[in-house]
């Protein structure tokens, strides 16, 4: 089984820029997640899709931060413009009906924003 | 959302020696996560616990869900050098721990 894809794996842009990302969960999986993770610390939730309907977003900043998930199965996180503070490694993770409340996570894309 | 609280932030242990890491939340949880993320990987998903006072066992791992379900805690006995890595709790919301960092001696 083929696990949660994301790309790209590495991404270095100025601030201002705009920079998107892509996942592909693994098959089956109706639930998306995209994390934020900030060098030393844990996973911060940005925001949860069910199929393409969002379930959680409290903690995506949607002055720039944007997501959508349109047929339900791979992602895209943008951001538009760039700051010095989303350097970080953005994680995608899928769960599938089957074990609800595994969490399989993808590589992560490495941010930096110069 | 949930806060969850993890302590400590760092561990070093000899190599042998025992390694608990504790997490805490400010609200009762309807389950709780662990995870493993080793230096420069992603998380890898270790257990979930859901029931109050559960407790389960993966191999030198033992973790442990408190009776109020405030609570958890993860007990690696005789770590070993392949334990090296940031063990983070999450809650049912997808709220995680800063996660307790682990280094061993070998």
């Known amino acids: 089984e083929a696990g949660v894809a994301q790309s790209p794996r590495y991404k270095i842009i100025e601030k201002r820029q705009s920079v998107a990302f892509w996942c592909n969960p693994i098959?089956?999986?109706?639930?998306l997640y995209w994390y934020q993770q900030i060098l030393g610390q844990g996973p911060k939730l940005l925001i949860q899709?069910?199929?393409?309907?969002?379930?959680?977003d409290s903690q995506l900043p949607k002055d720039r931060f944007s997501a959508e998930r349109l047929k339900g199965v791979d992602s895209t996180l943008k951001i538009q413009p760039a700051k010095l503070e989303d350097s970080a490694v953005y994680l995608c993770?899928?769960?599938?009906?089957?074990?609800?409340?595994?969490?399989?996570f993808g590589p992560g894309t490495r941010l930096l924003v110069l | 959302g949930q806060q969850v609280m993890q302590i400590p932030q760092y561990q070093h242990v000899q190599e042998g020696e025992d390694f608990t890491t504790y997490c805490n939340s400010s609200?009762?949880?309807?389950?709780i996560q662990w995870y493993k993320q080793r230096p420069g990987g992603h998380p890898v998903f270790l257990i979930q616990?859901?029931?109050?006072?559960e407790v389960k066992k993966q191999k030198r791992l033992t973790f442990q869900f408190g009776e109020a379900k405030k609570n958890s805690s993860l007990h690696i006995t005789a770590t070993q050098t392949t334990d090296v890595g940031t063990y983070f709790c999450?809650?049912?919301?997808?709220?995680f721990g800063a996660g307790t960092r682990l280094t061993v001696k070998p």
């Open positions: 993770a899928s769960t599938g009906l089957a074990d609800i409340g595994t969490q399989y």
């Open positions: 098959s089956g999986h109706a639930t």
């Open positions: 899709f069910q199929n393409n309907g969002v379930v959680d």
């Open positions: 609200t009762t949880l309807s389950n």
């Open positions: 616990l859901v029931k109050s006072g």
């Open positions: 999450g809650s049912n919301d997808m709220r």
